[in-house]
């Protein structure tokens, strides 16, 4: 099961990422984005995804992704439950979320891209 502190090690590692706490909850931000958020009980993970790939990401795998709280529907976010994904499944997730918020030079440097 992925924890969050397997998600910190790699989400400290990637430039430009740092961790907040807000409302008792965990944050990693790239400036001001907010780009992976846990719920309080850390069991959930929300993280920026594509807004127009949403629907069919969360179709393909009911049992891990789920859509964010009405409130953050407007955002390009999406949820997953940390117990129905592997360590290989959390690092795609996180290196494609950090990589939708840092500038793209950023992300070929640092990602061999």
Known sequence: MVTIEDVREIA???PR???VLVRDRVKFRVGQYVW???SRDETLMGFVFPKEERDAL???EPDKFMMPKSR???YNWVVVRLA???HDEMLEIVLEA???VVPKSI???HLGD
Do not use: N
Request: proline share 0%; glycine share 0%; net charge negative.
């Open 12 to 14: 400290l590692s990637l």
């Open 17 to 19: 990422s740092y961790e």
């Open 36 to 38: 992976i958020a846990f």
């Open 58 to 60: 969360i179709e393909s």
């Open 72 to 74: 953050d529907l407007r």
């Open 84 to 86: 129905a994904i592997d």
């Open 98 to 100: 950090w990589r939708m």
């Open 107 to 109: 992300a070929a440097e």
